[in-house]
């Protein structure tokens, strides 16, 4: 079946370093959605790619949608102690949601 | 998220004991979602409903029922039959059917074994 692997699983940076996590999926995908779920909360989303070579911006966050739909990656530039947590991809297979085993993201001040 | 709510937020179950944890929501969304977190790891799908009275399993759903004679409610009950219950668990509700909408999380419940 589909299957979407991320890694990382655990990243610690230094406070100012960049952070990147992947998602690879095994076929095509119809679209991705990343969420950041904080220590101790529930996850929240972030945003949605949905086409081809996609790339998406929000602040210091860039998101991308590869040319043939199989891989995503979250970038976080300059990062702050408030970019801890995980960040998970998730996929839409019928109706449900399948999430990513996540990446969790460490920032040393 | 606001607009759901669930509860308790801490719950203890002995053994041989069901118990039920509680989702509600008034955002209108048709979709309602169970999903289970163990530490360190991604969410897992327990049940899913996208409609009233009408519910599907999703990859864990052993040891566990639902049921949504509502809209805004979808309770979960962890029976006796799940021998592994300790976990984080979260309600979540999408609008619509369609795959494209983002789902919204409660703050979760957090089960433990007596």
């Known amino acids: 079946g589909q299957q979407v692997m991320q890694i990382p699983q655990y990243q610690h940076v230094q406070e100012g370093e960049d952070f990147t996590t992947y998602c690879n999926s095994s076929t095509t995908l119809s679209n991705i959605q990343w969420y950041k779920q904080r220590p101790g909360g529930h996850p929240v989303f972030l945003i949605q790619l949905v086409k081809s070579g996609e790339v998406k911006k929000q602040k210091r966050l860039t998101f991308q949608f590869g040319e043939a739909k199989k891989n995503s990656s979250l970038h976080i530039t300059a990062t702050q102690t408030t970019d801890v947590g995980t960040y998970f991809c998730i996929y839409n297979q019928g109706g449900k949601l399948i999430f990513g085993q996540g990446t969790e993201l460490s920032v040393k001040p | 998220d606001g607009g759901i709510t669930q509860s308790p937020k801490y719950l203890f179950r002995k053994e041989g004991q069901n118990v039920t944890l509680s989702c509600e929501q008034n955002l209108n969304h048709d979709a309602m979602y169970w999903y289970r977190q163990d530490p360190g790891q991604g969410l897992r799908l327990i049940y899913y409903s996208q409609i009233v009275n009408d519910f599907q399993k999703g990859d864990i759903a052993e040891g566990y029922s639902v049921s949504r004679e509502k809209k805004e409610s979808f309770p979960l009950t962890v029976t006796s039959a799940q021998k592994n219950p300790t976990a984080f668990y979260l309600c979540?509700?999408?609008?619509?059917?369609?795959?494209?909408?983002?789902?919204?999380f409660g703050d979760g419940t957090r089960l433990s074994i007596l």
């Open positions: 979540a509700t999408k609008w619509g059917v369609d795959r494209n909408q983002p789902q919204h």
